[in-house]
């Protein structure tokens, strides 16, 4: 690795930056297998749905019909702009449905549970 000296700004904060995300993802990777959610209890209204949960309860706003996991997916990653995982998401899809917000009507098929 390079001296820091000899890194310009520019470069020494993109480099913090990324070790800031690894850390952010190792966090979450940590949550995910202790099955907790941070924020406590979640009540009815869609504005105290936990952020990292939104942007998958918000793939099935405007939906015709069920979503499959693959369509979830792309919506997600689109809508975050970040590295995540079909896993990652299928994890979140299972905590909607757990949650009541979502429900499966199929194998591999999701849709919202309306309000």
Known sequence: ML??????ERDRLLLE????????TALERRIAE????????????????????????EAFD???GPRTL??????????E?????????????IKLVELGYVRQVDRGLFE???A
Do not use: W
């Not at 202790?34 to 309860?57: N, Q």
């Not at 702009?81 to 899809?93: E, Q």
């Open 34 to 57: 202790l099955g907790d959610l941070p924020g406590g209890d979640v009540g009815a209204a869609s504005d105290e749905v936990p952020g990292r949960l939104r942007a998958v309860l």
């Open 81 to 93: 702009r970040r590295a995540i995982t079909r896993a990652g998401v299928r994890n979140r899809i």
């Open 112 to 114: 919202r549970v309306p």
């Open 62 to 64: 405007g939906a015709s």
């Open 3 to 8: 001296p820091s000296g000899s890194l310009s």
């Open 17 to 24: 930056l990324g070790a800031a995300r690894e850390r952010v």
């Open 70 to 79: 693959d369509e979830v997916f792309q919506f997600v990653k689109k809508a």
